[in-house]
């Protein structure tokens, strides 16, 4: 299994660095990753609803599944419409208004899938008893899912392919350093009940490993792609990085630890023997995005 795991989590890693370096040179920002970021966000919501109904939980899947494809959608309108006035001069001034405020679809499409899934149960209510539950677990699933994933596209969108690479290089980094230096040296259980295998040992690993990431993306992989103001902006805060979004990583991976004991699961699915299903794999960077887009935001990181 170990050597599986070696070979699949290989092959992953070179299909996403080559998706990654053909967007870094398309013309259209995120053109490459956006059917990637649809796809990942259709097989998270399946997986998700798998979840819930191991709880006893039936939201309404379709708001689920559109409601997380509009906030997905939603952070590529900027670059739509922007796309769209460069060639096209004639348009109304109203159009860079419109512009401006494609910025806040995610947040509006969010709204749209909650008010889905309201419609949803308004439509198939029949009794009482679950439909406070089946609401909860249907914003949950919005939350989680498309607002969590909306973070990584940003990343993308606003601050280039680089700002991507800092988080995944961290985070699954963070997941290497985890799982090796817990197999070697982990002694200490860090959460029994929740998750029997992570280790004291194997968490001080991931967020050495994450800071070695992070080094690496700062110090090396940005001045390699001549990213411009590398020197004087990247630089400085390389470890304050690692730390925060390898930390949040860690946190990332117990939150689906959390879902999957309640409800009995091993994995979130099987689609992948020896990583579970896309949760398994996207756990850690879906909550460490958030972390990673306000390190960037606010200036921690970046020129």
């Given amino acids: 299994m170990l050597r599986w795991r070696l070979v699949v989590g290989t092959l992953i890693v070179v299909i996403f660095a080559g998706l990654c370096w053909l967007d870094h040179l398309a013309p259209v920002p995120g053109i490459v990753l956006f059917p990637v970021a ?4 259709v097989l998270a919501s399946a997986e998700t609803l798998h979840l819930a109904s191991a709880a006893g939980l039936h939201p309404v899947a379709s708001a689920v599944y559109g409601g997380n494809l509009l906030i997905i959608i939603g952070c590529w309108s900027p670059v739509f419409w922007s796309s769209m006035i460069e060639h096209d ?5 109203s159009s860079v208004i419109f512009l401006l405020a494609a910025y ?10 909650v008010l889905l899934a309201f419609a949803g149960e308004m439509r198939r209510y029949e009794r009482p008893g679950s439909v406070t539950a089946n609401l909860a ?17 940003q990343l993308r969108l ?20 985890a799982y090796s230096v817990g197999r070697l040296v982990g002694r200490h259980k860090m959460a029994p009940t929740l998750s029997p295998g992570k280790t004291v040992e194997g968490a001080i690993g991931s967020l050495a490993f994450g800071c070695l990431g992070s080094w ?13 103001h590398a020197e004087c902006g990247f630089r400085s805060n390389w470890l ?7 930390g949040a990583g860690i946190l990332g991976d117990l939150a689906e630890s959390l879902l999957k004991r309640d409800v009995g699961l091993k994995d979130s699915g099987s689609w992948l023997p020896g990583f579970g299903g ?14 990673a887009y306000a390190c960037w935001a606010f200036g921690l990181v970046g020129p």
């Fill in 38 to 41: 649809v796809l990942l966000a």
């Fill in 216 to 228: 690496a993306t700062f110090c090396c992989l940005i001045p390699w792609l001549g990213v411009e």
């Fill in 240 to 246: 304050a990085f690692g730390l925060l979004v390898g």
């Fill in 104 to 113: 806040y679809r995610p947040s509006l499409a969010l709204a749209i899938g």
């Fill in 89 to 93: 001069l004639d348009w109304p001034a």
């Fill in 278 to 291: 896309v949760l398994d794999i996207l756990d850690s960077i879906l909550v460490a995005a958030p972390v």
């Fill in 158 to 177: 606003m601050w280039g392919i680089v700002a991507l690479a800092s988080l995944v290089i961290v985070v699954k980094m963070g997941d290497i350093g």
């Fill in 137 to 153: 677990a249907a914003v949950l699933a919005l939350v989680y899912v498309g607002l969590m994933l909306s973070f990584v596209v």
